[in-house]
């Protein structure tokens, strides 16, 4: 499908669209999310499964931003509420901030935060310590002011080898969540783009009880 958006073409996969409830996916930065449709229609085998293609990514035009991604998100959301009576949400690294700005600003039904972070200037700081990238990113995806806003049930999921966004990250993002909104599970023995090749990478992804006993607490 192509989403009306304002100055660009933005395009969305959509796999089960005659379905009752809705995922939205946002991927990683330059990732395919077309290859993520697989592990998200099985964990999600009762959702339609709509993924969108970021500006110049795929067949949509445009140039990638922040407020242009979020803007999308906003606008892919509001068009499939028409269809579907509820909607989840799930981020993957990059996309991690556009589906937390997403899900607090819409009532969403779940939210799912794959290799997630703080803050990009965080992640750019660890990597360049030398550096003031806190002061020179204009991109800063700040999802720590966002998680406090969130009421949905939320999953972050990350990766205990991942040396592009540590675990770090993800646990400081996770302690900004209200108080029992969220859960975090991190998986062992792999990294930032291979979390997926993981046995507990699906469990995790549907909530299920049975990886919950790894689940760290406050």
Avoid: C
């Avoid at 700081?125 to 949905?152: C, F, G, N």
């Amino acid at each position: 499908m192509e989403l009306p958006v304002d100055g660009a073409r933005v395009t969305v996969t959509v796999f089960g669209q005659e379905r009752r409830r809705a995922l939205l996916y946002f991927g990683g930065n330059a990732e395919d999310v077309n290859g993520s449709l697989g592990g998200l229609s099985a964990a999600f085998p009762d959702h339609a499964i709509y993924l969108m293609h970021y500006r110049g990514y795929g067949n949509s035009s445009g140039e990638p931003s922040e407020a242009a991604l979020v803007s999308d998100a906003l606008a892919l959301y509001d068009q499939v509420t028409r269809k579907h009576a509820a909607v989840a949400v799930a981020g993957r690294s990059l996309g991690s901030g556009v589906a937390i700005q997403l899900a607090s600003a819409r009532p969403v039904e779940r939210l799912v935060l794959v290799t997630p972070f703080d803050s990009m200037r965080h992640v750019a700081a660890a990597h360049y310590r030398y550096l003031p990238v806190r002061w020179l990113m204009r991109e800063t995806y700040d999802s720590l002011k966002h998680a406090q806003h969130i009421s949905a049930p939320t999953t972050l999921i990350a990766a205990a080898e991942d040396r592009i966004i540590r675990p770090a990250h993800a646990r400081a993002l996770w302690a900004a969540f209200p108080q029992g909104v969220a859960t975090m599970t991190v998986i062992a023995g792999v990294g930032h783009n291979d979390i997926e090749s993981s046995p507990r990478y699906l469990p995790a992804l549907r909530g299920e009880p049975a990886v919950r006993t790894s689940h760290l607490t406050p």
